[in-house]
């Protein structure tokens, strides 16, 4: 059974660097053709899909977030992390990493809350 | 982008009812990539259908979806109190987007 468990500071300053990590037990990263995805979702509103990081090493965004957002991965640590620069107060939500096969979200992580606040 | 609504927004039924669930696409979405979430509150989502049709593992036989091109429903033949909750769709033929939900709530 897959498990991933998001990590990171839960307050970030506007304008700075937000950064999460997942790690990831029970499969690989770096194998089984999948989609290592972030997907995050305000207090209240629809869940956004932020990018992700096929097992290959490539990536792919969300448009909307592309110029901000790098997500990358530690085959090492079996871990992929996110990082979206530049935050403001539209950046605050829960964080969820998944798994996905294509563009669909197998098994995900509980979530962690990023507010973004001075 | 293919932008997702949901309807109704709030659904009220007792169990033992049928849930009728429907999500439109505002283009046609390719392959029928379509896919269906539960979730309850403070959980992360929970996969149910892909491919418009097609259950995700461990899912009850009472979830079923349908559909294809820009008109989608997720059935839930027969309430049972467990499935009292916000239910997403997403379309992932063309980038990854997701609809606003549909609340099932107990009349």
């Known amino acids: 059974q897959v498990q991933l468990q998001e990590s990171g500071p839960g307050l970030v300053k506007p304008s700075e660097t937000l950064s999460l990590t997942c790690t990831v037990s029970?499969?690989?990263?770096?194998?089984?053709?999948?989609?290592w995805s972030w997907i995050r979702q305000p207090p209240g509103k629809r869940l956004e899909w932020i990018g992700y990081?096929?097992?290959?090493?490539?990536?792919k965004y969300n448009p909307s977030l592309r110029s901000r957002v790098t997500i990358s991965a530690d085959t090492s640590k079996n871990q992929f992390s996110l990082k979206v620069t530049s935050v403001t107060a539209a950046d605050t939500a829960v964080y969820y990493c998944t798994r996905g096969t294509y563009g669909f979200s197998d098994f995900w992580g509980q979530g962690t809350l990023v507010t973004v606040s001075s | 982008e293919i932008v997702l609504t949901q309807s109704p927004g709030t659904l009220s039924l007792s169990p033992g009812e049928r849930a009728t669930l429907s999500c439109r696409a505002s283009q046609s979405v390719n392959n029928n990539y379509l896919a269906w979430y539960q979730q309850k509150p403070g959980q992360a989502p929970r996969l149910l259908i892909y491919?418009?049709?097609s259950r995700a593992t461990g899912i009850p036989d009472r979830f079923s979806g349908s559909g294809s091109g820009t008109d989608f429903t997720l059935t839930i033949s027969r309430l049972v109190p467990e499935d009292f909750a916000v239910y997403y769709c997403?379309?992932?033929?063309?980038?990854?987007?997701f609809g606003p939900g549909t609340k099932v709530d107990i009349k």
């Open positions: 491919g418009a049709s």
């Open positions: 990081i096929y097992y290959s090493g490539s990536t």
């Open positions: 029970g499969g690989s990263v770096s194998s089984g053709a999948y989609y």
């Open positions: 997403q379309q992932y033929g063309s980038s990854f987007t």
